[in-house]
T-cell receptor, first 113, second 115 residues
Framework: KQEVTQIPAALSVPEGENLVLNCSFTDSAIYNLQWFRQDPGKGLTSLLLIQSSQREQTSGRLNASLDKSSGRSTLYIAASQPGDSATYLCAVSLQTGANNLFFGTGTRLTVIP | AAGVIQSPRHLIKEKRETATLKCYPIPRHDTVYWYQQGPGQDPQFLISFYEKMQSDKGSIPDRFSAQQFSDYHSELNMSSLELGDSALYFC??????????????FGPGTRLTVT
């Protein structure tokens, strides 16, 4: 069974700082990896998707990298802003099976003004 | 662009009652997924449908059932509700074989509260 872990569980940084969130998964036979943002009690906002053949994806101040062989992904957030405060979830789908997502435990980010 | 629609957005039920959640996928998406997110937990996969047939089953209790209809909308039926069923229920859709990324697009969720 695919296990997805995110470290740290919580992170607090001052505004303007660059930061890295980590995601690791046990089964490297993934099809894709998605990073989501979730505000408290709200839905999931998709941030980036990396296919298994890709090494990284960028969107604005966000950059996600994937090292499939080592079972790791990182989400880099540049010049953090208070509006970035949220829980960030990574999720992977497997190459075999029905494409359902296995979610990580999330990192709760607080950006202090 | 059209997104995944879920209804109702909020639902309050009492123990042992029945609830039905609805999901309308993005047009031309052939696959629907249901996830459950308990308080403080990560979303857990419940069940999925591809072209109106059940595709995969996760940690869905026997008290729950689901189906996908001819218009591709899906319903999650939950019976004999328990306090522990209180959660956010997400529906997602994808164009599993037409979209090589197989990206899943999530609806806003239905918040179910069982009292």
């Amino acid at each position: 069974k695919q296990e997805v872990t995110q470290i740290p569980a919580a992170l607090s940084v001052p505004e303007g700082e660059n930061l890295v969130l980590n995601c690791s998964f046990t089964d490297s036979a993934i099809y894709n990896l998605q990073w989501f943002r979730q505000d408290p009690g709200k839905g999931l906002t998709s941030l980036l998707l990396i296919q298994s053949s890709q090494r990284e994806q960028t969107s604005g101040r966000l950059n996600a990298s994937l090292d499939k062989s080592s079972g790791r992904s990182t989400l880099y957030i540049a010049a953090s802003q208070p509006g970035d405060s949220a829980t960030y979830l990574c999720a992977v789908s497997l190459q075999t099976g029905a494409n359902n997502l296995f979610f990580g435990t999330g990192t709760r980010l607080t950006v202090i003004p | 662009a059209a997104g995944v629609i879920q209804s109702p957005r909020h639902l309050i039920k009492e123990k042992r009652e029945t609830a039905t959640l609805k999901c309308y996928p993005i047009p031309r998406h052939d696959t629907v997924y249901w996830y459950q997110q308990g308080p403080g937990q990560d979303p857990q996969f419940l069940i999925s449908f591809y072209e109106k047939m059940q595709s995969d089953k996760g940690s869905i209790p026997d008290r729950f059932s689901a189906q996908q209809f001819s218009d591709y909308h899906s319903e999650l039926n939950m019976s004999s509700l328990e306090l522990g069923d209180s959660a956010l229920y997400f529906c997602a859709s994808s164009a599993k074989y037409r979209d090589p990324t197989r990206e899943q697009y999530f609806g806003p969720g239905t918040r179910l509260t069982v009292t």
